[in-house]
């Protein structure tokens, strides 16, 4: 439960299930917990113990205890606490997948399918966010097609009301550009370095939001091609809304993603959005989005830059709406207890497919 785009997005979800009149609770297995007490209205705490199987019993415990109708586990640790415990206890298991990669990323990938394949088998359903995440479970071989459901994320907007045309500009006294994402290689961050000296002309100004191993080597980078005055790592944010609100572009050269919430958080905080030609972000806003670019191409990354601020504003008003009107959370909602409600038939053995 530490800050991310995945974890930020089940906040989101678990306070309108509770809303909706579920009982939810979230329990954690690693990390600092900084969104802990995110919600008043769900009980979110830590599975004591730090080895795995201890963990396991006592996550055990309490199952046997609250006697939930579904647990909902995600990413790979607790998917594999979930499925031993779903297996001792006879519970519904409902697996959410977030990530284009191996279930076990940097292991031996014939241990990885193994696993992969014991969390499946222990599943009444597993939900991908993407149909991108999808395609890539099955192209290495991490699905066999049977009982995964694609649910979109979605988000409650907050500023739908905002009218672009009051501060759309087609140019800027300085170009003031955002990018929430963890430092790790998956996001290319790279490339907004490479950015600065293409687009000087423009007065840029780069403010990065996240933590990661790749903390050190950007910094190091960013100091010795002068830049410091140009692109600064800003650290974790309490409150990424306000900070995209302060900017005119977000920018995103991730390598691949799972979805990309923050893609719609902009949106909805009337960013324009350049982001990379991969197959989560194009399901996302769309394969036709013209400010889309290949991740190794820096000149087109420029170009889509360029062309983002010249865009005509009743357009994107549209635009905006149109994508912001495809994913709610109530859409969520009501796959997300579809897929529920069919395990818990499933258990009873009342429902065929």
Known sequence: MDRGGAETQLIQMVKFQSGMGFEVEIRYLKGNGALANATPDVKISRVSGRLFFIQVFV??????????????????????ASAIVTRLSHGSLVVTKHNSERFWPNGFSLVSKLLSSYVEKSACATICITRAVLDHLVSVGESNNLNYFVVHYGIQCKNFEISLKDSFRSSYDELDIICLARLEPQKNLVALIDLIPRVRDLHPKIRIFGAGSQESELSTQINKKGLSQEIVLCGLTNDARSEMRKSK??????????????????LDEGCIVVATRIPAIMEVLGEDYPFLFDPQSRSEMELRVRQALLAESDWYIGYRERTLHRFTLQEQFNRTEEIYRRCIRLQVGGYES
């Open 249 to 266: 572009l977000l920018l995103l050269p991730s390598i691949y993603e799972g979805f990309g919430l923050v893609l719609l958080e902009a």
């Open 59 to 80: 996550l055990f415990l309490l199952i046997r205890r609250c006697k939930p109708d579904i647990i909902n586990a995600h990413l790979p640790r607790s998917e594999v």
